[in-house]
């Protein structure tokens, strides 16, 4: 058990901040007892404030298991007997959990059984989608109207959404991918623009009727890992009316803030499948070249967020030589885990959870989940905390690399869509952003290839009509293609055009100097 205590600014003179200290060490012998410096996550927190104002600030600390806020010396012993009622409570459970269990356990048709017309159904993020029981939904398709399918990226088949079920099903897509965008596209479903680090409150505030999602079997105190996927999903198996879930032997176990109780699920199917893996892709010249210039911007002792795809991997290609990196992300991939192997990335110099890689969800090869399965080295936490800018900036020289599909010559970066359609979701990006810019010696970069397959340039005087901006021109820093790197933070609008049209395809620099000559009045120089 760990207790971090959180001191105010004592400005009651007469306050003993070591006494509270010393009667948590005596009635709590076998405790860790810290004070909360760079360690923001406890089983426990106790903010200790020396007047009754309660002035401690304490929205940054994560008290797993409970958090007080005392401002006297009579708050302790109620305090004391709660965190104690806690343990007696844990110990009844881990002598009953199996029966409770067995209690829950049903098939997959009498599970889906459980949704009803009208409902919202909040399912598990990306590979850690329940994939049998949304098979088995969609097969009682019959029994449903209306039914709202809400979350993120779906790495499945996400068969709800065909034309054929209009009537019985409607997506709510937080991200879109493959399986979902062409239904929004054809007003099937439908797209809510949100924060990563922001679902997590959205999905709450929706009073969820069901919520869909795939775990481990339980452990020998009854705790069942959402593995690969926390991110907003413990959030929503927590709050949902009805919370099902299918035990697959084959989710990794994570550590960190990753587990729920059998007593906390209402349902439970057994099955078990191999989570849904992604092949390493393809890295081109372009990618290539776009990573060099990434890994240029990256020092040893960074701490780094990347993404999934051809130019992490890139990035990451390139960084063999580097020393002491760390990773604080809302995921990583595959390409991580060889560097940790070799050492170059093992979280040493991490201000905030050294010597972790902390995430809030995971996708990539089997070798991927191999590395996090039972592994103390790991942390997964909640979207609302791993992406919280205000959490991302104690990490010192934390470096945000990300991709976009379109920038402008102020430097508005647009990442989520082609013209006015819809093509993904915001995602971390602009949590990391801002992050960055918190962080001390952080550094923002968002990357992409300089053209669309040669033809059309990605570097544009003005973005396209019905584009949506997602990282503004307030927030950018580095813009990096295959021709180089733009700093732009603090750049006149002026300077900002000429350093990336520097970076622009060259087969596309002439329009792009002719709107810049027009636009400023004055001649482009190299």
Known sequence: MKIGIKYCGGCNPRYNRKSIADRLERDFPEAEI???????????????????????????LIGTCGKFVITSYKDYPPMAEKIKEYYRNKEVKRIMWKETYKSKLMSAEDAVKLI?????????????????????????????????????????????????????????????????????????????PVYFSKI??????????????????????????????????????????ISIAQVNKYMPYTYGNSKVHV??????????????????????????????????????????????????????SFLHDKKDLGIHSEMFSTGVVQLAKEGVINNAKKTLHPGKFIANFLMGTQDLYDFVDHNPDVEMYPAEYVNDPYVIGQNDNLVSINSCVQVDLMGQVVSTSIGPKQISGVGGQVDFVRGAAISKGGRSILAMPSTVKGKVSKIVPVIDEGAAVTTSRYDVQYIVTEYGIAYLKGQTLRERARRLIKIAHPDFRAELIEYFENKFRCKYED
């Open 34 to 60: 810290f004070v909360a410096k760079e360690t923001k996550i406890a089983d426990w927190f106790v903010i200790v404030c020396g007047c009754a104002n309660g002035c401690a600030l304490h929205d940054d």
């Open 263 to 316: 007593d906390e699920i209402t349902a439970f199917v057994e099955h078990d499948e191999p989570i849904i893996v992604l092949p390493e892709p393809p890295i081109g010249d372009v990618e290539r070249e776009i990573g060099r210039y990434c890994a240029e911007l990256i020092k040893d002792g960074d701490c780094l967020q990347l993404g999934i795809g051809a130019i992490p991997d890139a990035v990451l």
């Open 116 to 192: 009803k017309s009208g409902d919202r159904v909040i399912v598990g993020h990306a590979v850690g989608e329940p994939s049998y029981l949304l098979d088995a939904m969609v097969a009682n398709a019959a029994a449903y109207e209306n039914v709202e399918i809400v979350h993120m990226v779906a790495m499945g088949k996400a068969e709800y959404c065909k034309p054929e079920y209009e009537k019985n099903f409607r997506h709510n897509g937080l991200f879109l991918g493959g399986a979902t965008r062409k239904a929004v596209e054809e007003g099937r479903a439908d797209f809510t």
């Open 200 to 241: 997590p409150e959205l999905v709450e505030s929706y009073n969820p009727e069901i919520c869909l999602f795939q775990v481990t079997p339980p452990d020998e105190d009854g705790y069942c890992s959402l593995g690969v996927s926390v991110d907003y999903t413990i959030k929503a198996a927590k709050c949902a009316k």
